[in-house]
């Protein structure tokens, strides 16, 4: 037989469903959607966006800017500002730092994820006041033996506690992938 089900019926009928398997997830860790290799890519892998850190490095990929299109011009491009480039860094490792803030913690993944959070919380306002002074003095002309100085007092100041980080989290992401069968090839770049 049927019945016809009224609106309201059908309402407090879905609610309760929405309900309980609320209810559920977070009962059960299988509700969990983050995968060994959502935790690993987000904490780990992500890092490389990073990686080119300190005097050298910044020396580097600001002497070398990408290109972007002139506005209005299907082919012709110009230059990246220095500054944009140190913003979008900061914008990228803003919104990866987000991203692994919002992993689910586990025992297993506990030191891997507040290492990688501690990476970004290092490099953030390194980012935001010394490569911006850098980018700087790219954008309005400052001289080679200037940019120097201030790759160099950058390296300085942040070289070791950056790799010191950098060394842990690579050393707890190849654990981790090992243990959940994550392929990953451990090449490190030279700048």
């Given at each position: 037989?049927?019945s016809?089900?009224?609106?309201?019926?059908?309402?407090n009928?879905?609610?309760?469903?929405?309900f309980?398997?609320?209810?559920?997830?977070?009962?059960?860790?299988?509700?969990n959607?983050?995968?060994?290799e959502?935790?690993?890519?987000?904490?780990?892998?992500?890092?490389?966006?990073?990686?080119?850190?300190?005097?050298?490095?910044?020396?580097?990929?600001?002497a070398?800017?990408?290109?972007?299109?002139?506005?209005?011009?299907?082919?012709?491009?110009?230059?990246?500002?220095?500054k944009?480039?140190?913003?979008?860094q900061?914008?990228?490792?803003?919104?990866?730092?987000?991203?692994?803030k919002?992993?689910p913690?586990?025992?297993?993944?506990?030191?891997?994820?507040?290492?990688?959070?501690?990476?970004?919380?290092?490099?953030?306002?390194?980012?935001?006041?010394?490569?911006r002074?850098?980018?700087?003095?790219?954008?309005?002309?400052?001289?080679?033996?200037?940019?120097?100085a201030?790759?160099?007092?950058?390296?300085?100041?942040y070289?070791?506690?950056?790799?010191?980080?950098?060394?842990?989290?690579?050393?707890?992401?190849?654990?981790?992938?090992?243990?959940?069968?994550?392929?990953?090839?451990?090449?490190?770049r030279?700048f």
């Amino acid at each position: 037989m049927f019945s016809r089900v009224t609106r309201a019926d059908a309402m407090n009928h879905r609610f309760r469903s929405a309900f309980i398997v609320f209810a559920l997830c977070s009962l059960l860790p299988s509700c969990n959607n983050a995968t060994p290799e959502n935790y690993f890519d987000e904490a780990v892998l992500n890092v490389n966006l990073i990686t080119p850190f300190g005097g050298q490095a910044a020396l580097y990929s600001l002497a070398h800017p990408s290109v972007k299109l002139v506005p209005g011009t299907k082919d012709q491009t110009t230059p990246l500002t220095r500054k944009e480039i140190v913003d979008d860094q900061i914008r990228r490792v803003e919104g990866n730092m987000a991203k692994i803030k919002a992993l689910p913690d586990s025992e297993e993944t506990r030191d891997m994820l507040q290492t990688s959070i501690k990476l970004h919380e290092f490099v953030l306002p390194v980012y935001k006041a010394e490569y911006r002074e850098l980018a700087k003095l790219y954008d309005e002309g400052g001289s080679q033996p200037e940019r120097v100085a201030k790759a160099q007092e950058i390296d300085t100041k942040y070289s070791a506690g950056y790799q010191a980080l950098f060394n842990r989290l690579v050393e707890l992401g190849k654990a981790y992938a090992a243990k959940h069968h994550i392929k990953v090839e451990w090449q490190m770049r030279n700048f």
